[in-house]
């Protein structure tokens, strides 16, 4: 037995200097002979695993790890090996277990935290990922693939600073990882930095001209800015070398959409569900494909694809609702101040001041995109389209002790200056604005800070989005928002009806209590009879009419990047087709209908 010990220990040695030098198969052909002469050895069952899976022979790699786990069912290794065994053949539902016996068996072994958050990521449920790869990165804080990995995260669930920070430790280990290069890619369109996005991403492939997933970004960020030709060259590029991949469907089946080929996206992305796709990718072409269907006609089909999209796109976000809670007592929060609220005298007719921001409020999908764009058509206004300005002054105000109903009315005089300035900060940072220019602070939810942004800006102009609410609940349905608080509930028509009921109930407190200067202007007018509806709207706004305004879809689709779930619609002359688009699903509104039938009835769609 010591001369059969001696002789494994010197091949498994051997076999170990081979799979080091990259020479896999002859380290696969000792230790399986090993595992032949001995077959208790679990190391070497372990190891044939390992290199087995590295090789592609995964059958080999799972039987291999089966063998260990029942030699040896303590042992942390063989665990770990069984799972990337099982996630290699995407079967993460048996992979997930095999990663949590190792890590109960060895708390203190990073690299099975780290393989069961990459693995929690995959199925989509991020806020467990998060936890396992900050463990991982607390025992060995250089960890390059924990790094990238929790950047990648942190910037899918809407932590944009910590995301900058975390991949930039991971690019400081390994300059030239295109997986981090692309994720800062990422970054960069989301600061709409284009041009730098576009640069990254050309210097990810250069170091790896096969990243198939960095090709897809590419192509995704060329089609969202219009470069069609140039995005259409990059997927034909990574679909002939790899005609399944998922992320490359996904993006053609976005062109394919802009070009209004309705049922060759819907073609494409049927057949890749056919294939192993991570989760949140696959609720993403849910969530695509039930729009295809929707402009199909194939109304049957659509809601099944809508409620598996957003079980695993909206529900990786926030599976546990805590995000969605937090929302609305933010919402709660707000109306408490404004019932606080005194009216000054000098709020009740404030004199106009050209260098307040307007802003365009409303529910998400209430028609803010295309408002947007109109008015940046003007070249007396420019647009601020979704930035954290009003955010800005939010986080200031708490910080001024802002955590109390009656905080907003203790505001001094000093302390509403000071935010003005925080706003004015915060909007110079995204927007430069020509003299004699207007700024339109676009974000939808911003209506919920009503209260704040008029005791801060008393003479500004507030415009209402909307829509018929039960339009606005469906088109919420159909979209990804990403990761933030305000829309981590949209997760069905139940839940998205239940925060446009609390949202709207406050606008209609807020307008009870407060002077705000609005105006409501409706989706189905602007679409309907665009130029009246226009120009009522720059009365409003104290601004000439401008005939740049009827040329606004040109004007859109020369700006580049629109970062919102519109950016193909915008740059399409007006259109009619999603106007009381929710009929052809009344039945399915039946839940809802008592919670919108109040705003249904205040909008003045009860003739529709």
């Not at 609410?469 to 009806?497: R, Y």
């Amino acid at each position: 037995m010591a001369k059969k010990n001696i002789l494994t220990q010197g091949k498994k040695a051997k076999a170990d200097q081979l799979a080091l030098a990259g020479r896999l198969e002859d380290a696969l052909a000792l230790y399986v002979g090993v595992c032949k002469a001995d077959p208790m050895d679990v190391e070497a069952w372990v190891k044939s695993s390992v290199t087995a899976r590295r090789l592609g022979r995964l059958d080999e790699a799972e039987r291999s790890a089966r063998r260990a786990v029942l030699l040896s069912p303590d042992l942390a290794f063989a665990h770990h090996a069984l799972g990337s065994a099982l996630q290699s053949r995407g079967r993460l539902d048996e992979a997930l277990p095999a990663y949590q016996r190792a890590t109960a068996l060895k708390p203190d072994y990073p690299d099975a935290h780290y393989l069961l958050g990459n693995a929690l990521m995959a199925a989509g449920r991020l806020s467990e990922a998060e936890t396992s790869l900050r463990r991982a990165l607390a025992l060995r804080p250089r960890f390059f693939e924990a790094l990238s990995d929790l950047g990648a995260l942190l910037l899918t669930t809407g932590q944009t600073d910590q995301a900058a920070m975390t991949l930039e430790q991971a690019l400081a280990l390994r300059p030239d990882s295109p997986e981090v290069l692309a994720n800062l890619a990422s970054l960069f369109e989301m600061d709409q930095r284009l041009d730098d996005a576009l640069a990254l991403y050309q210097r990810a492939l250069c170091i790896r001209p096969g990243a198939l997933d960095v090709q897809a970004k590419q192509a995704d960020l060329l089609e969202k800015t219009g470069r069609v030709e140039a995005a259409r060259e990059v997927l034909a590029s990574g679909l002939a070398r790899a005609p399944l991949h998922p992320l490359l469907n996904l993006v053609a089946a976005r062109l394919e959409r802009r070009e209004q080929r309705f049922s060759d996206a819907a073609a494409r992305l049927e057949a890749a569900l056919a294939h192993p796709i991570p989760d949140r990718l696959r609720g993403e072409i849910h969530l695509l494909l039930g729009q295809l269907h929707d402009r199909l006609g194939n109304t049957a089909q659509v809601l099944a694809h809508l409620a598996e999209g957003k079980r695993r796109t909206a529900g990786a976000v926030d599976p546990e609702g805590a995000r969605r809670r937090r929302y609305l007592e933010k919402v709660d929060h707000y109306r408490a101040m404004a019932r606080h609220l005194s009216v000054r005298p000098e709020a009740v007719e404030p004199a106009a001041d050209a260098a307040s921001p307007i802003f365009l409020i409303g529910f998400p999908r209430s028609g803010t995109t295309l408002l947007e764009s109109i008015l940046d058509s003007h070249p007396g206004l420019r647009t601020l389209q979704e930035k954290p300005a009003a955010a800005a002054v939010e986080q200031a105000f708490l910080a001024l002790g802002g955590g109390d109903s009656a905080a907003l009315d203790r505001l001094t005089e000093a302390e509403v200056a000071h935010l003005r300035q925080v706003y004015q900060d915060e909007a110079a940072r995204h927007v430069a604005l020509p003299a004699g220019c207007r700024l339109v602070d676009k974000l939808p939810l911003n209506l919920v800070r009503v209260p704040l942004l008029w005791r801060i800006f008393p003479e500004s102009r507030f415009i209402l989005a909307v829509r018929h609410p039960c339009d606005v609940a469906l088109s919420c349905l159909m979209q990804d928002f990403g990761a933030n608080d305000a829309m981590a509930g949209f997760t069905s028509l139940e839940s998205i009806a239940d925060i446009y009921a609390r949202v709207m109930e406050s606008w209609r407190e807020y307008c009870d209590r407060l002077p705000v200067h609005w105006q409501r202007i409706r989706y189905e007018d602007l679409v309907a009879d665009f130029e009246p509806e226009a120009r009522r709207l720059l009365d409003f706004l104290g601004m000439e009419w401008d005939d740049a305004v009827l040329d606004h879809t040109r004007h859109a689709q020369a700006r580049g990047l629109i970062n919102t779930p519109s950016y193909h619609q915008v740059t399409q002359p007006i259109y009619q087709h999603a106007r009381y688009r929710w009929k052809r699903y009344e039945q399915d509104f039946a839940p809802v209908l008592a919670t919108l039938q109040p705003y249904i009835e205040h909008f003045g769609y009860t003739a529709d």
